[in-house]
């Protein structure tokens, strides 16, 4: 694996790990621990402390630490001082990165055991603050810094969820306290009645008293009648099962909820002991810890168990439990509620899901931008030593090996981004049948299953972006592939439709492209067929679900249509319906080679020197002049220069994304402002953004994605070229 | 840091008695012992003399040991100190409660010497807090005790205790420096542990992790991978964690079990990032060179001199993996780390270092090279 590959994936790889961190748990200390020690760890930092500042507190204090302890922070000298620069760091809202060479390094850097070479501090909002330091000032570079002030801004977003769990756990406290109350008066009703029993059978001498008693007992029994009924009322409604066990385990109280809960009436269980329910998964080893709190005479609260409902599914159970003890203080039960919380362990699960994914593709499309603008350097080179050399000599098919790897690379990007779902597609008319036949055959590679392809002559051509459209062709492939373990023959079929009035199809009337792809394996049962393209559902064992799902998103997004016809043992058929393009073939998709010179003035923008030099390099080669631009205000200048000196450039070359500066989205706004004729050519290595899928709409002439070859660049200007009013 | 380091082949229980008499000599302020596994040592029978001893001693069982640059199956390596030293036995990592003792770590102590049951679990809560409350330009350095053919057996021992399942740290107030390195070569990834229980790797890409692991390492070695020639087949290929500064942690995968998960030397945390990587014997020896380059340069700088005495803490999965070979790597590391320098160790499953600027890491698959004098 190439070195340049191996460093940006392992950036990738920690950029993941501290996203996941992030969000983690939502006890703010506990998060935020987890978050400094995996910043540090996998950053190789020398310590670490992340400051925080309450909404009514004036000073910054560290509430979680990695390579120091909190108290050995809190005797360090110079904190106050410290607390100062953390507001004005507040005030700029922006990072602060301070080596020891600096005069101000001892103020930012408190710690002090001989290795402090660099201190960063990140703020996050208003409320908090990491701070770092290195022994190494090497590691903390752009890429770090943009990395951590990415992940502060995800952080901040995870404080505040955190802080809203503690608002809703203290409210659910103060709740409880007063359901206990509740509880605690009906109890001494229920133990005053006993009394006046006992006093009306103790004496028939003391009738006299006993009705002056009884009348006011009359009275007594009225009020608990009422407590007892808003008792019963509250054990109903509550949602909630409440129930008393004796001293070993045994229901003597049943409240009917738990029906609602397990599936049994309340006097199926009284009697029964309550592991007796448990999953016997877990049966033994829930059983004696219960018991140990039971030897101990103990509260508990909050003990989440599996529980087998009576109908078989597994139900999760968050119990809390009071002991009941006798007047000698022996036990004589437990009394305590259980509530139903599989749904919300379910809940937090796909939360926990999503946020992987969400972190995940955050990050990638922040690196796959890097490491194409790498790989545009490489690629854009290669192309170019190519031109020097002739195809029948060693050295050329030597480059054009080193072409396909650096190719290979650019679909690593690719395979990164899967994770991320994300993407507008960017689209280009072109002739699906090859496309199907590659993404089949790669999907199919090392497999004992054998493909037919069945591609109709004359197929209509497509608008669609290649990339997404062949993730999907794979993504079928491969389920169909997994749904036959012992082999078989998987039918792959496209072929021109026309939708009308009598299909009864989702979709517009017009030319479509359908894709059909069968399977001769065990098939989809028919109460999953509804759920199969939600996000999570699966039926492989270890499946994330997201398969289907994102290839319905990327078909959506395409205009188009998915269906699937399953039966169990028959084996499964999807089909894929794609809108036909009126469109021709675009240049850039003829077979050919060929290298499309041309001439005049072209400005190249972007802030990478890389792609400065290799992008002029390939330019003069393609015959044309080049000048430079590091981001938009620059462009422009040079724009107008040019323009007023009557040597106006042709085209603009403009990267979409400069990091701090003006990118190509904001100077193409003011570029046609300057010239509405303007040609612009949008470039990135990937974004989210919809400018590079709609740049039309932006007021960009065409699209080129970075890593690039001289044939693509050189057919890209010639098309944009040719309706310029400067040619 | 060391005051003499002696070898004794372990066959007669009367050797033991000289070969404890002459470690102690001359003040020598603790004794750290390497056992070589096919040694008879028999604890019941020497913690007599133990006992009769007037300074700290400890140590450990190790699949092989390293004594003037040669490996020996049998045999005992003696390490007598001559700095003050403080001991802190952990008996059972699992039950560890994250503190140690007031004064175990002193304004004074300069270095750490780890030596902890390479097959229990629970082994990161144990180095985070070493990590919380090392100091000043601490070093750490240490490597774990056991048998790639027993799990269970005991395997550290000290004067009162032989015991499995725990660590013994010494704290030092002498220097060591510090060189780490492993030399293997990624190859494939970045993958997800998308399904981690402690060492135990279930699932991979949310993949079963034994499908997913052996796709790749056929298709590298062209060998069908089984559960039977599991080991033998994925020494070559272990996991690496990644971290920021083009440094990769090993993972070894060990054996593979009925439900398709594979058994790694130590725990990874879920859902973190893993390369496959690839071992080269060259790289390898190579990179073993380094580590002592590494420690020596270290040690001149702050020392001003020459070191004497290199304690080798080397992972048994390297000396599987080169074979014939290791005596290669030996003879690297004695070539970088100086040919006044004796070079001792043990074979270890797992190791603990840190050259003190970052966390302290538990290694794999990789040599650790504590110089001192």
């Known amino acids: ?727 | 840091m060391f005051q003499k380091v002696k070898f004794y082949d372990g066959k007669e229980l009367k050797g033991w008695q000289p070969f404890l008499d002459e470690l102690s000599k001359d003040s020598a302020t603790g004794i750290l012992l390497f056992v070589a596994e096919e040694t008879p040592f028999d604890y019941k029978q020497i913690q007599p003399l133990l006992k009769e001893m007037k300074i700290e001693v400890w140590g450990g069982i190790f699949p092989a040991v390293i004594y003037d640059g040669s490996l020996h199956k049998q045999g005992v390596v003696g390490c007598a100190l001559k700095s003050p030293i403080s001991i802190e036995v952990i008996k059972s990592l699992s039950k560890f409660s994250g503190s140690f003792t007031e004064d175990f770590i002193s304004k004074n102590t300069e270095s750490l010497l780890i030596l902890n049951d390479g097959w229990a679990d629970n082994i990161p809560p144990l180095i985070e807090t070493l990590y919380e409350i090392s100091h000043k330009e601490m070093t750490f350095i240490g490597g774990g005790a056991g048998s790639l053919k027993n799990m269970t057996d005991h395997r550290l021992f000290t004067r009162n205790d032989f015991f499995a399942g725990g660590a013994i740290i010494a704290a030092v107030e002498d220097y060591i420096a510090i060189g780490i390195n492993h030399g293997w070569q990624p190859i494939h990834g970045p993958v997800i542990a998308s399904n981690v229980s402690g060492r135990i790797l279930k699932s991979i890409n949310w993949e079963p992790a034994f499908k997913y692991y052996k796709n790749i390492v056929e298709k590298d070695t062209g060998i069908k991978l089984t559960a039977d020639n599991f080991l033998e087949v994925a020494e070559s290929h272990p996991f690496g964690l990644l971290k920021y500064d083009n440094e990769i942690i090993l993972r070894v995968p060990i054996r593979v079990d009925a439900e398709n998960n594979i058994l790694l030397g130590s725990e990874v945390p879920e859902n973190s990032m893993l390369m496959i990587t690839k071992g080269y014997p060259q790289k390898l020896i190579d990179a073993a060179g380094m580590a002592a380059e590494q420690s020596r340069t270290a040690f001149e700088s702050k020392k001003k001199k020459s070191p004497t005495k290199a304690l080798i803490i080397d992972c048994i999965t390297r000396a599987l993996f080169l074979e014939d070979r290791f005596e290669d790597e030996l003879k690297s590391i004695e070539e970088k780390a100086g040919d006044s320098t004796l070079l001792f160790g043990f074979l270890s499953l797992g190791e603990v270092a840190s050259t003190g600027d970052k966390y302290i890491e538990l290694h794999n698959k990789a040599v650790v090279i504590g110089i001192g004098e």
């Open chain 1, 1 to 727: 694996m190439e070195k340049q590959n191996t460093s940006i994936i392992q950036k990738l790889g920690v950029s993941y790990e501290c996203a996941l961190a992030i969000g983690n748990s939502l006890d703010l200390a506990e998060m935020f621990h987890e978050v400094i020690h995996t910043i540090v760890h996998k950053t190789n930092a020398h310590r670490g402390i992340i400051w925080f500042r309450g909404e009514k507190e004036k000073d910054f204090r560290p509430i979680a630490s990695a390579g120091i302890r909190i108290k050995d922070v809190l005797v360090q000298k110079g904190i106050s001082s410290l607390n100062k620069r953390f507001k004005q760091i507040l005030k700029r809202q922006q990072f602060v990165l301070v080596n020891k060479d600096e005069k101000d390094f001892l103020r930012y850097c408190t710690i002090l055991t001989g290795k402090e070479e660099s201190v960063l501090i990140i703020p996050i909002k208003n409320i908090a603050m990491i701070h770092l330091i290195y022994a190494s000032r090497e590691i903390v570079n752009k890429g770090l810094v943009n990395l951590l002030s990415a992940l502060s801004q995800k952080l901040s977003v995870a404080i505040d969820a955190c802080l809203a769990h503690k608002r809703v756990v203290e409210e659910i406290c103060v709740r409880e306290k007063a359901e206990e109350q509740l509880k605690k008066k009906t109890e001494q009703f229920i133990s005053s009645q006993k009394e006046i029993k006992r006093l009306f059978a103790e004496s028939e001498e003391s009738r006299k008293a006993l009705l002056s008693i009884l009348e006011d007992a009359t009275e007594t029994q009225n009020a608990l009648q009422k407590s007892e009924k808003r008792f019963r009322d509250v054990a109903v409604n509550t949602g909630d099962w409440i129930w008393e066990t004796d001293e070993k385990g045994r229901y003597t109280y049943c409240s009917p909820v738990v029906k609602q809960v397990l599936g049994y009436e309340y006097n199926e269980v009284l009697g029964k002991y309550f592991y007796d329910f448990f999953h016997p998964d877990e049966r033994e080893e829930l059983k004696k810890a219960a018991f140990e709190v039971f030897k101990k005479k103990e509260a508990f609260k909050n003990f989440i168990n599996q529980n087998v409902h009576k109908n078989g599914h597994t139900v999760i159970l968050e119990t809390s439990g009071i002991p009941m003890l006798d007047d000698k203080g022996n036990l004589v039960g437990y009394r305590g509620v259980d509530r139903d919380i599989t749904e919300r362990r379910k809940m937090e699960e796909e939360v926990l899901k999503a946020q992987k994914l969400e972190s995940l593709g955050f990050l990638a499309g922040g690196i796959a931008h890097d490491f194409n603008n790498i790989l545009t350097a490489i690629l854009g080179n290669i192309s170019l030593v190519k031109m020097y050399v002739k195809p029948e000599e060693e050295v050329f098919e030597i480059l054009t090996e080193a072409e396909k790897a650096s190719l290979r690379a650019k679909d690593l990007t690719q395979q990164l981004l899967i994770f991320s779902r994300g993407g507008e597609p960017i689209k280009k008319t072109t002739s699906i049948g090859r496309m199907i036949k590659d993404s089949t055959s790669l999907a199919l590679t090392g497999s004992n299953v054998r493909c037919k392809f069945s591609i109709a002559e004359g197929l209509w051509l497509v608008n669609i972006d290649e990339g997404q459209i062949s993730q999907v062709i794979s993504n079928l492939i491969i389920n169909a592939n997994q749904a036959m373990p012992e082999g078989g023959t998987i039918e792959v079929k496209a072929e021109n439709i026309i939708v009308g009035k009598e299909q009864i199809l989702p979709l517009q009337d017009g030319k479509y492209i359908k894709i059909s792809i069968k399977d001769q394996g065990i098939g989809i049962p028919k109460e999953h067929l509804p759920k199969i393209f939600d996000p999570y559902f699966t039926t492989k064992q270890k499946g994330s679900g997201l398969g289907l799902a994102s290839t319905y998103s990327i078909i959506k997004k395409h205009d188009g249509y998915i269906t699937v016809e399953s039966g169990v043992g028959v084996g499964t058929t999807f089909h894929i319906y794609l809108p036909a393009s009126e469109e021709k073939i675009t240049i850039s998709e003829r077979e050919t080679e060929e290298l499309t010179k041309g001439e005049g003035k072209i400005l190249l923008m972007d802030d990478e020197d890389i792609v400065l030099k290799v992008g002029g390099r390939l330019l003069k080669h393609l015959g044309y002049e080049v000048e430079f631009a590091r981001d938009g205000t620059e462009a422009i200048a040079l724009y107008k220069k040019a323009k007023e000196s009557g040597q106006p450039f042709y085209a603009v070359i403009l990267d979409l994304i400069v990091p701090g500066s003006m990118g190509g989205k904001e100077a193409i706004k003011k570029l046609i402002k300057v010239d509405s004729e303007v040609k612009a050519i949008v470039s990135s290595g990937y974004s989210n953004d919809p400018v590079m899928a709609d740049y039309r709409k932006y007021g960009f002439s065409e699209v080129i994605t970075k890593p690039y070859k001289i044939e693509e660049l050189g057919q890209v200007l010639y098309r944009v070229i040719k309706e310029s009013k400067y040619k």
